[in-house]
């Protein structure tokens, strides 16, 4: 599986952005997906997660009702739109797929194998 995010960029704290994770190989639909962040000088964080079908979509604290985690299953594309953001946002975003499957609860990067290069989104104050 290769991961391909996109849709970072610059924008204004209480702006809006939407990133998105298209995928290639192996078929992605068939496991849950999830997105991370990493800024700088601090140790990769969980965003959120979307099960095979949509059903259970979990946020973390940090994002809850400001983040919005959706998949396109036909097009093995999934997105995470990003509204009322903060400076403390900034971070480079990665999209991630698990090898095996297992639940949305699962919030550590190990329990993820495959990674997009990531994709930078940058909130200014």
């Known amino acids: 599986v290769q991961l391909q995010a996109s849709g970072g960029g610059l924008v204004q704290a209480g702006g809006s952005l939407r990133l998105s994770c298209a995928a290639s190989g192996r078929t992605f639909t068939s496991y849950r997906k999830a997105w991370f962040r990493q800024a700088p000088g601090k140790e990769r964080e969980f965003v959120a997660a979307?099960?095979?079908?949509?059903?259970?979509?979990y946020y973390a604290d940090s994002v809850k009702g400001r983040f919005t985690i959706s998949t396109d299953n036909a097009e093995n594309t999934v997105y995470l739109q990003l509204n009322s953001l903060k400076p403390d946002d900034t971070a480079v975003y990665y999209c991630?797929?698990?090898?095996?499957?297992?639940?949305?609860?699962?919030?550590?990067?190990?329990?993820?194998?495959?990674w997009g290069q990531g994709t930078l989104v940058t909130v200014s104050s």
């Open positions: 979307i099960s095979w079908g949509g059903a259970n979509i």
């Open positions: 991630a797929a698990p090898r095996y499957s297992g639940s949305v609860y699962n919030t550590s990067p190990q329990d993820y194998f495959y």
